[in-house]
């Protein structure tokens, strides 16, 4: 549920596609400046649950965006609680900042 509530805030405080949240890294957020770069799109290829990643449809579409306190205290909360995670389950890393697991999580965030 965090991840979803996540996406709504960061969506709503930036007017991203939500190609470009899910695309999202934690390489592309400054946590203390509240700036968030989109410089490129999720998409999914003829309806597999794979995520691809690309560039925006035009060089021109890069852009900063600038996060609320509030946003950049979820996003802090979020990534503590996923590093947490993934040190207990000793996964590989992954530094996308919405990981879909599942094609229902997928499902719901392109309606």
Same mark, same amino acid.
């Given at each position: 549920?965090?991840?979803?509530?996540?996406?709504?805030?960061?969506?709503? %405080?930036?007017?991203?596609?939500? /190609?470009?949240?899910? *695309?999202?890294?934690? /390489?592309?957020?400054?946590?203390?400046?509240?700036?968030?770069?989109? %410089?490129?799109? *999720?998409?999914?290829? %003829?309806?597999?649950? *794979?995520?691809?990643?690309?560039?925006?449809? %035009?060089?021109? /579409?890069?852009?900063?965006?600038?996060? /609320?306190?509030?946003?950049?205290?979820?996003?802090?909360?979020?990534?503590?609680?996923?590093?947490?995670?993934?040190?207990?389950?000793?996964?590989?890393?992954?530094?996308?900042?919405?990981?879909?697991?599942?094609?229902?999580? @997928?499902?719901?965030? @392109?309606?």
């Amino acid at each position: 549920m965090q991840m979803y509530r996540l996406f709504v805030y960061i969506a709503f %405080n930036t007017g991203a596609r939500r /190609s470009e949240i899910i *695309a999202l890294t934690f /390489s592309d957020i400054d946590l203390d400046t509240g700036k968030i770069s989109f %410089n490129k799109t *999720a998409h999914f290829k %003829n309806g597999s649950p *794979a995520v691809l990643f690309d560039g925006l449809k %035009n060089g021109d /579409s890069e852009r900063i965006e600038y996060i /609320s306190e509030y946003v950049v205290k979820l996003i802090k909360d979020y990534k503590e609680l996923k590093e947490e995670v993934v040190k207990k389950l000793k996964w590989v890393k992954n530094f996308r900042l919405l990981r879909l697991e599942s094609v229902e999580d @997928i499902k719901i965030m @392109i309606r």
